[in-house]
């Protein structure tokens, strides 16, 4: 006898439905994340030229399943609007963080990106199909390992990851065309600045795990010179005119 | 009913040990979790003195009787849930810094709350019963439950010093059994027995209990400083040092090192030296830096905004008002300044770098021209007879009151106008004034001592205050500098000179242009320049009023220099908070108030609880509303004074610790001694012409009113001429100071609840519960209400409390007479 049994074909019959209902779901879930984001982006001018976030920076996370980065107990919150805790004091952030950090980041097809803090590897994932390759340093050991695990069987096959001091960068790939901060550091390591390639640009959150509070955007500019900038990801003018 | 001389001893130990937790309970807390919330949650189970009082009125006449009984059960369960409260909360997953994203939290939140409101329930129980028990001698009573609570609240600062907070736990665990055997002693001899068998157990408490009940470690918040250094491959804590004024963690991390440099300029390439992190409660992480000498390897240190006084000045003398691990230290040796006094607050901190880490730092503090100091910074500049070139106040890890277990929000008596005075006092002519800070967007606390600055000049005579200020910026750190003349020609050319060379924003310099500010470290628009620049012109007022954070100065009486909130802008920024302003929200204000409105609802729940309960019969016809006016007076006015007169205390004594212990003790103490004459006072009074107007209460609150405004004027100058006096001699002239307000304040509780014992000794639990609600709602008020008027309102509220109190309670009301008491 061949095939499978009737039983075993309604069981099987019955994961698969089960398992595009979820994916469906979750497919659902991240265009309500998508629009969410954008809403935010219109309402931050400050930090986003035209309110428009880079359409290819969307796609991504409407694709990428940020559900499979998070710790079990916390994926029905994961296409919220909202940083997640995922272990080891560490967070993932809101998506609409990272959509705006991405977005800084101006990462075009053919760019080497560096990450320090891989994270849950959501980050390094969102990266994943813009840039031709990224690299990504984590710390903590579980963490990375963790990362590594998921951002292989979700087959991000240009993502590299190790664990390693973030603070030398990755001086056997540098230079590269972007780098993203996300680990928390007292100051910006200078080994980095040297890894970033001229008209390169470094993003890093400034804040505690709960609350992105600004951005920083560093520019290394085409003679080597380097300017920074400051961003509130939101729009907000801290007084109001005098009468 | 005599009470029995155990008795009283056994209500003065209850009282020790309640006290002693909750000081104990604030430190455990602020190293597991952050100071606020601990404070939240302390208040409200500190409710659990009310809901004693609303379950021993309903339940008195079943217990009563066997009172010896109950109060050992109470005192057994006090034991057992001080320890098992504490461990079972800190289990909890509440995760503090998710509130703003997570409802769940609420419920670990209230969680917490339940758990820890037991051991104050069965404390406050005990206290309660014996005041109903023995209503005619309240006044001895309640004179040993006050005693005991200053010896608790003194005791538990000693001993911090001595033993672990989780050592300290196991001692407050075995007060309450020894208060048990206490009131066992004297009975049958079966209770004789078992009073034997109680003592026991409490000293094997107190030498040994499972330590994974109280181990701290693996329970401290994930997200801390600490517990996040130590996930990195072989960093491990090489020494902890524990005190009431924090809990010290030094950290080794040979693999992947520290390299603390906050906000250091891009243009450095050099790479710290290796370091030490020193954590205090887990957190604002210092470094201990590596030190053989080369100060070429200090280098680094040039390439952060606190570098910029010694670019201006020559061979400063320089004073460092917190010293921490040395950092500030070593950049002044980098500069070769020829003298360097460092003042520390934390001995713990002070010896790691003097002894036990002094090979590995160079020995820094042993060198000839570093002298070290031990004490709060702001009291050194005022007994100081020394001038200084430079006074630089580096990025500080924030310690008040707060830290050592009282109640308040963070006090700061660094960043006040009158601090700033004092700094420029101590200043030699051409001298400077450096303060390092984070640099926060919006801009916030900058702008906030920028504001400080201008009303110090301004207030010390200064006719054009801009010409003596500077302000920097790099991406995360900010340099004011306020110099005692007029900044001049040459110092403007190096100050430009060290900004550019590490491209550094210029925020403010006299004669600065609009398109000088804004230039490498760019802003959305120039907020600090724009913002200095307002708050030096005519429109300054205007500015800060219309700004959406408070930003204007700070004082000693409203020294809450890191307090932003306003309610006006509230709305806007709980619009924007899931947009990334949820960083803006001013989580230490909110939380305050969000504890103020918790204990509100819970303290009238438990004030009505008996009163709709049993409508009919509770208390009979006695007065209930003027007899919870009363109490509920008294108790806000008594917790009003004693926390202003803490703060009031804190630059005198120079050291916000001693101000808790002396000032808290002294209090309570004394007020101990005042409830013990006032039987006294009642008879003498009672047997004068009945017509007069005045009876024992209106004596005592005449007293309290006459002193508490005398001291308005009196302190502030006798503090001044008596600062230069050594510790101790402080300490008992604080002691004088207090003794005869406080033993006023220690006689209105006792007589009003005689008072009640006459007319219905039913009354007297539900009375004692209001005065525990009114205690916590007063500790939490009184903080808010200094943020907005200031303390010197908060202690004029409280005269008006005691008035308001006078007037509450009839007069018709016989007075005390125990000869004839129905007991």
Same mark, same amino acid.
Request: hydrophobic share 50%.
């Given at each position: ?40 982006? =219109? ?31 916390? =994926? ?5 609007? =909202?940083?997640?805790? #995922?272990?080891?004091?560490?967070? #993932? ?135 920074? =900038? ?14 | ?75 057994? /369960? ?28 609420? /419920? ?37 439950? /006050? ?8 005791? @538990? ?14 001692? @407050? ?41 109280? +181990? ?31 809990? *010290? ?5 040979? +693999? ?127 007994? %100081? ?28 008596? %660094? ?63 900010? +340099? ?136 009919? +019969?509770? $208390? $009979? !016809? ?74 024992? @209460? ?25 600062? %230069? ?33 006459? *007319? ?8 004692? $519960? ?21 303390? !010197? ?21 016989? @007075? ?8």
């Amino acid at each position: 006898m061949s095939g499978p049994t009737p039983l075993a074909a309604a069981v099987i019959a019955a994961l698969a439905l089960t398992t595009s209902a979820l994916a469906q779901e979750f497919t659902d879930e991240r265009a309500a994340m998508i629009d969410t984001i954008e809403e935010h982006a =219109r309402l931050a001018p400050g930090a986003i030229e035209d309110g428009q976030l880079d359409p290819a920076v969307l796609q991504a996370m409407r694709e990428i399943p940020r559900h499979e980065f998070v710790p079990e107990d916390v =994926r029905a919150y994961a296409y919220q609007d =909202r940083p997640l805790p #995922i272990g080891y004091g560490q967070t #993932i952030s809101q998506p609409f963080i990272v959509a705006l950090m991405t977005d800084l980041l101006d990462v075009v097809p053919g760019d080497k990106v560096l990450e320090i803090g891989t994270g849950s590897g959501y980050q390094a994932a969102v990266l994943s199909p813009l840039a031709e390759r990224v690299y990504s340093i984590e710390i903590v050991p579980e963490l990375g390992q963790r990362a590594g695990e998921v951002l292989d069987e979700l087959d991000f096959a240009n993502v590299e990851t190790k664990i390693a001091d973030g603070y030398y960068g990755w001086p056997e790939e540098a230079p590269f065309d972007a780098i993203v901060v996300t680990a928390a550091a007292s100051h910006i390591p200078p080994p980095l600045v040297e890894q970033l390639k001229p008209g390169g640009r470094m993003v890093i959150p400034i804040g505690g795990p709960f609350s992105a509070q600004q951005l920083m955007l560093v520019e290394k500019l085409p003679d080597g010179g380097v300017t920074t =900038r400051q961003l509130l990801p939101v729009q907000f003018v801290p007084f109001t005119r005098a009468q | 009913m005599t009470v029995s001389r155990a008795t009283l001893l056994a209500v003065a130990a209850i009282s020790a040990a309640i006290l002693a937790y909750q000081v104990l309970l604030m430190r455990l807390f602020s190293i597991l979790s952050w100071h606020h919330f601990a404070y939240m949650i302390i208040s409200i189970a500190l409710l659990g003195f009310g809901a004693s009082g609303t379950v021993l009125a309903l339940a008195q006449h079943r217990l009563l009787p066997r009172f010896a009984a109950v109060f050992a059960a109470c005192a057994a /369960l006090f034991a057992i849930t001080a320890v098992g409260s504490f461990t079972l909360a800190m289990r909890l997953p509440f995760n503090a810094l998710a509130i703003v994203w997570d409802a769940r939290q609420l /419920l670990w939140l209230t969680l917490s709350y339940a758990l820890l409101v037991l051991p104050f329930f069965f404390g406050g129980g005990m206290i309660g019963l014996a005041f109903s028990r023995f209503s005619n001698e309240i006044g001895r009573l309640y004179a040993y439950d /006050l005693i005991g609570a200053g010896i608790g609240a003194l005791g @538990v600062v000693g001993i911090l010093f001595v033993l672990s907070p989780t050592a300290t736990l196991r001692l @407050v665990a075995a007060l309450g059994l020894l208060s048990a055997a206490l009131v066992l002693a004297p009975a049958a001899r079966i209770a004789r027995a078992s009073a034997v068998g109680v003592a026991a157990a409490a000293l094997l408490v107190a030498l040994w209990l499972p330590p994974a009940l109280t +181990t701290l470690h693996p329970h401290i918040s994930q997200y801390k400083g600490l517990a996040m250094a130590l996930r990195v491959p072989d960093a491990r804590v090489i020494e902890e040092r524990s005190s009431p004024l924090g809990f *010290v963690s030094v950290v080794e991390s040979p +693999t992947i090192p520290f390299r603390h440099a906050p906000g250091l300029s891009l243009n450095n390439i050099t790479e710290p030296p290796l370091q030490l992190g020193v954590f205090t409660d887990a957190e604002s992480i210092s470094a201990i830096t590596r030190f053989e000498g080369d100060l070429q390897a200090l280098r680094y240190l040039d390439f952060t905004t606190s570098a910029l006084p010694y670019h201006l000045l020559d061979d400063p003398e320089v004073l460092i008002l917190g010293a921490g691990g040395g950092e500030q230290v070593l950049l002044a040796l980098y500069h070769e300044a020829p003298e360097i006094d460092a003042v520390e607050l934390n001995p713990d901190v002070m010896e790691l770098v003097a002894d036990d880490y002094a090979d590995f730092a160079g020995g820094i503090y042993d060198r000839p021209e570093v002298d070290v100091y031990l004490s709060e910074a702001r009291s050194f500049v005022r007994r %100081t007879p020394e001038r200084y070139d430079l006074i630089q106040i580096p990025l500080l890890y924030s310690f008040g009151a707060a830290a050592a277990g009282t109640q308040s929000l963070h006090e700061s008596y %660094t960043y006040t106008v009158e601090a700033m005075r004092d700094y420029l006092r101590r200043l030699e002519p051409g001298g400077m004034l450096s303060i390092t800070l984070w640099l926060k967007l919006p801009p916030r606390d900058t702008l906030k001592l920028f504001a400080t600055a201008v009303e110090a000049l301004e207030e010390s005579g200064v006719a054009d205050p801009g010409e003596q200020l500077v302000l920097i910026r790099s991406w995360k750190t900010a +340099t004011l500098l306020m110099k005692n003349g007029a900044f001049t020609p040459a110092e403007i050319a190096a100050l430009k000179n060290f900004a550019a060379g590490r491209s550094f924003d210029l925020a403010y310099y006299p004669g600065i242009r609009a398109e000088e500010a804004n230039r490498y470290n760019i802003l959305e628009r120039p907020y600090f320049f724009e913002g200095a620049t307002a708050l030096l012109g005519p429109n300054a007022k205007d500015y800060i009023e219309g700004y959406k954070f408070a930003i204007g100065p700070a004082s000693d009486d409203q020294p809450y220099f890191y307090d932003f909130f306003k309610w006006r802008f509230l709305p806007e920024l709980l619009r924007l908070r899931t947009q990334g302003a949820a960083a803006m929200l001013d989580m230490g204000y909110l939380i305050l108030f969000a504890t103020l409105v918790q204990a509100a609802i819970l303290s009238l729940v438990l004030i009505l609880a008996p009163l709709a309960i049993r409508r009919k +019969t509770f $208390g $009979g !016809t006695a007065p209930k509303a003027r007899t919870s006016v009363y109490f509920l007076a008294l108790g806000l006015a008594f917790l009003f004074i004693e926390i202003a007169y803490i703060q009031r205390f804190i630059l005198f004594l120079g050291h916000p610790l001693y101000a808790v212990a002396v000032v808290l003790a002294g209090f309570l103490i004394f007020a101990g001694v005042g409830s013990a004459l006032a039987p006294r006072l009642d008879r003498a009074m009672s047997r004068r012409d009945g017509s007069s107007p005045l009876d024992a @209460v209106r004596v005592a609150v005449l007293g309290i009113g006459a002193i508490a405004i005398l001291y308005m004027f009196l302190l502030p100058p006798l503090f001044g001429a008596l600062i %230069t006096l050594p510790d101790m001699a402080k300490i008992a002239v604080s002691l004088m100071l207090i003794a005869p307000l406080a033993c006023f304040m220690g006689m209105p509780f006792p007589l009003g609840i005689a008072r009640v014992a006459r *007319v219905s000794a039913d009354l007297i639990p539900w009375a004692w $519960g209001i005065n525990g609600c009114a205690s916590v709602i007063a500790a939490i008020l009184a903080t808010l209400l200094a943020i907005h008027i200031g303390f !010197t309102a908060v202690v004029a509220i409280a005269v008006g409390l005691y008035f308001a109190a006078a007037l509450a309670l009839e007069r018709r009301i016989p @007075v005390l007479n125990p000869a004839d008491d129905p007991a």
